[in-house]
């Protein structure tokens, strides 16, 4: 049994070394908009408003969701993708003028990161597909994991 529990420590020790691992988001907002099939809007929109909330997880280190995924702060005023983080608690944000499906896929091309090298789990059931697949409700808790768990 102490075998056990020290084999345990020692792994639990293996997956959690050093800083977290720093995906910021893009600096060119409109590209990567664009790039989702997304188009910059001038203000926000509330005909469709849901707030999902994402976990993302590298090698078994929690990698923090940037603020303003979607969001070009480069003008004198905002603009908005429809589908966008205003801070770093992965609380997503979408606030469209039309309803329709926004997909985790998107928000990832929004943030420029890997779309399907990871596991995703949604409201802790595991997805059997591709996680860039999933349609995005309100309240969802999504966690996507990439290599190690």
Do not use: C
Not at 7 to 23: E, K, M, Q, R
Not at 76 to 99: I, M
Not at 111 to 119: A, C, E, K, L, S
Request: aromatic content about 6%.
């Amino acid at each position: 049994m102490l075998q056990l529990l020290i084999a345990s420590a020692a792994a639990l020790t293996t997956l959690v070394p050093g800083p977290p691992p720093s995906w910021p988001a893009p600096a060119d907002v409109p590209t990567r908009v664009r790039a989702a099939g997304l188009t910059m809007l001038d203000d926000e929109k509330m005909t469709m408003h849901i707030h999902p909330h994402l976990e993302v997880f590298a090698d078994g280190r929690r990698v923090t969701v940037p603020a303003d995924i979607g969001i070009d702060r480069s003008g004198r005023k905002p603009r908005y993708s429809p589908l966008h983080t205003h801070d770093t608690t992965g609380k997503l944000h979408v606030e469209s003028a039309v309803r329709r499906d926004f997909t985790l896929g998107q928000l990832l091309t929004e943030w420029g990161v890997p779309r399907t090298d990871g596991r995703a789990y949604v409201n802790g059931r595991a997805y059997a597909g591709d996680p860039a697949r999933i349609v995005l409700h309100d309240l969802d808790e999504i966690r996507l994991v990439y290599g190690r768990p």
